[in-house]
Antibody
Framework: DVQLVESGGGMVRPGGSLRLSCEAS????????MHWVRQAPGKGLEWVSGISWDSGNTVYADSVRGRFSVSRDNARNSLYLHMNSLKTEDTAFYFC?????????????????WGQGTLVTVAS | DIQMTQSPSSLSASVGDRVTITCRASQSISSYLNWYQQKPGKPPKLLIYITSNLQSGVPSRFSGSGSGTDFTLTITNLQPDDFGTYYC??????????FGQGTKLEIK
């Protein structure tokens, strides 16, 4: 079974940093692009960042560009989201999800499956 | 950036009904429109990709159509398990991969 398990969420003060991890299993991790999508409590889905299979291309939402950095370790079947200069509006559940393709920014992308998510709370 | 607008924002329907949710893009996205279902406390689940392709394991009562800027998710013979929030997502003009605001479906 394909499985994605996020970790690393927690409470942090504004301006602080956090690193999220997503451990993948059940598929050839290095064959697929991966993404982070977040959801503020009670709100809709917001795509955050994506990374191609070989880390050669990374893309970000305007709301996090310059503050967040996505990376992956194919040897460890793991995806990461490094979050700096956190703001209260970054409070959300963060999901990792597998792309259909190995590239980012291609039209044939869709996301399946998704992990259960990890909650990040930014508050003073 | 592309804006995705879903309607209605919420609806209530009875078992056996036919339900239609629409998604409109602010400019043409060809056929690159995906639909997800999310239940409370759970991650989203892919239902339909590239307008009309049913994801493996998804019941055939779900279907999708459209092109350009206007798309539809239809659920025929609504079942109790179909409650939840439905999101459309465009993948044509990326980044960002824009989602609609969601449509909350309640079963009467």
């Amino acid at each position: 079974d394909v499985q994605l398990v996020e970790s690393g969420g927690g409470m942090v003060r504004p301006g602080g940093s956090l690193r999220l991890s997503c451990e993948a299993s059940g598929f050839n991790f290095d064959d697929y692009a991966m993404h982070w999508v977040r959801q503020a409590p009670g709100k809709g889905l917001e795509w955050v960042s994506g990374i191609s299979w070989d880390s050669g291309n990374t893309v970000y939402a305007d709301s996090v560009r310059g503050r967040f950095s996505v990376s992956r370790d194919n040897a460890r079947n793991s995806l990461y989201l490094h979050m700096n200069s956190l703001k209260t509006e970054d409070t959300a559940f963060y999901f990792c999800t597998k792309d259909k393709t190995h590239l980012v920014a291609v039209a044939t992308s869709y996301f399946d499956p998704w992990g259960q998510g990890t909650l990040v709370t930014v508050a003073s | 950036d592309i804006q995705m607008t879903q309607s209605p924002s919420s609806l209530s329907a009875s078992v056996g009904d036919r339900v239609t949710i629409t998604c409109r893009a602010s400019q043409s996205i060809s056929s690159y429109l995906n639909w997800y279902q999310q239940k409370p406390g759970k991650p989203p689940k892919l239902l339909i990709y590239i307008t009309s392709n049913l994801q493996s394991g998804v019941p055939s009562r779900f279907s999708g159509s459209g092109s350009g800027t206007d798309f539809t998710l239809t659920i025929t013979n609504l079942q109790p398990d179909d409650f939840g929030t439905y999101y459309c997502q465009q993948s044509y003009w990326t980044p960002p991969y824009t989602f609609g605001q969601g449509t909350k479906l309640e079963i009467k």
